[in-house]
């Protein structure tokens, strides 16, 4: 079955601190893993895909299929960090394609 | 500017009251999909559409219904609301090459 775990409801931080928000996956085809971010009362956003190998506001993920996780890094918070974070899996099968969200991580970062 | 667009935005309404909350997108994107969002349960797509005419039903579609008439609308119809089905609504598209999906701004829903 296709799942993205994310066993993390709530992350909290201090400000400076190193974030690894995690997520695991499961799907027997080739994955592609998004994470989207949702700030307070704003609509869901890309943060970054791993085809794309990019690091956005500080933020990078990288796909281990040994591990099937795709778990999000930063090496030093900031408090405009604090938002919640999605974990996303998109699969394709014959003509259908659908994108399956993990339940998502609420990051805070304290001052 | 590209974007995906809902109303209402916000929509208070009683038990057994048809609703019925539109979504329209400008990128000219072939996947459109609706979720919803609700504490502790992330987010859990309802109904998809490939393409005009074409829908099929996600993880949670009892209760909800969709059209795709049009490549850029696909409304969510809510026959007969049930207060389970208060919750905050995202509509988002992509195109069929995949890739970033595109979230509306959501709607609130209250049933009493």
């Known amino acids: 079955a296709q799942r993205v775990t994310q066993p993390e409801k709530l992350l909290s931080v201090f400000k400076g601190a190193p974030v690894e928000l995690k997520c695991n996956y499961s799907?027997?085809?080739?994955?592609?893993l998004f994470w989207y971010v949702q700030y307070s009362r704003q609509r869901l956003q890309l943060l970054l895909r791993?085809?794309s190998r990019e690091s956005i506001k500080g933020f990078t993920a990288d796909l281990n299929k040994g591990e099937t996780s795709f778990h999000l890094k930063k090496p030093f918070a900031q408090e405009e960090d604090s938002a919640m974070y999605y974990c996303?899996?998109?699969?394709?099968?014959?003509?259908?394609?659908?994108?399956?969200f993990g339940s998502g991580t609420r990051l805070l970062v304290r001052p | 500017e590209a974007q995906v667009t809902q109303n209402p935005r916000y929509l208070i309404t009683v038990t057994g009251k048809k609703l019925t909350v539109t979504c329209s997108q400008n990128?000219?994107?072939?996947?459109m999909s609706w979720y919803r969002q609700d504490p502790g349960l992330g987010l859990r797509q309802i109904y998809y559409s490939m393409n005009v005419e074409v829908t099929d039903k996600g993880d949670v579609p009892e209760g909800y219904k969709v059209s795709r008439k049009e490549k850029r609308n696909f409304p969510l119809i809510l026959e007969s609301p049930s207060p389970n089905q208060t919750s905050l609504y995202f509509c988002?598209?992509?195109?069929?090459?995949?890739?970033?999906?595109?979230f509306g701004p959501g709607t609130r829903l209250l049933v009493l």
């Open positions: 996303a899996l998109s699969t394709r099968m014959d003509s259908s394609y659908k994108l399956i």
């Open positions: 791993h085809i």
């Open positions: 990128m000219n994107h072939e996947y």
């Open positions: 799907y027997s085809g080739s994955p592609e």
């Open positions: 988002a598209s992509t195109g069929l090459a995949g890739g970033t999906q595109y």
